[in-house]
């Protein structure tokens, strides 16, 4: 009996590290993304895809560069970097609203949760908004003129995926 179950254990135990060893080959290696001429450094599990577009704004137009990493469930997180001049006058927290209230009128978007949040010396805004398919959860920061937004967006019906909060909380400002 002894022998039996012995040897009932060793098969499991082969079992569950020859799956662990499948896990570990078809998991995606996370890596530091890092992108100085657009001021921050992320952790993802697969390169950011690339765009950048100009768009008007009340502070004239913008240039903004975002970066899209796909997750499951039809879930996203973008990460955009925009320089906005003309606002310095204003406070970063002055700004954060500008910008959210933007964010929100662009996407069609109710605010549903708000928050001021830190990234070590930088003052930032956290929101979640829905609009009528979509989930969102955002993250922004000013440092000096530059505007830093993460938006980690699923399904309305759906969770976050879990590697949105592991790659916004990865986030970080390079000079």
Request: hydrophobic share 40%; net charge positive.
């Amino acid at each position: 009996m002894k022998n039996r179950l012995a040897g009932l254990l060793v098969v499991i135990a082969s079992v569950l590290f020859v799956n662990a060893s499948l896990v570990a080959q078809t998991a995606p290696a996370w890596k530091q993304y890092s992108y100085p001429s657009d001021g921050f450094a992320i952790s993802a599990p697969s390169a950011p895809t690339y765009s950048n577009q100009v768009k008007p704004t009340d502070a004239g137009n913008v240039e903004i560069h975002t970066y899209s990493i796909p997750l499951g469930n039809n879930g996203i997180v973008m990460i955009s970097s925009s320089e906005v001049r003309g606002l310095e006058q204003d406070s970063p927290k002055t700004r954060l609203q500008m910008a959210k209230t933007g964010a929100l009128k662009a996407g069609n978007a109710t605010l549903t949760t708000e928050k001021e949040i830190v990234l070590g010396l930088y003052q930032g805004l956290q929101y979640e908004a829905t609009t009528a398919n979509l989930h969102v959860r955002a993250r922004m920061y000013i440092v000096k003129n530059r505007l830093f937004q993460l938006l980690e967006i699923s399904p309305l019906n759906s969770a976050f995926p879990a590697d949105a909060e592991r790659i916004s909380s990865s986030f970080k400002v390079v000079n």
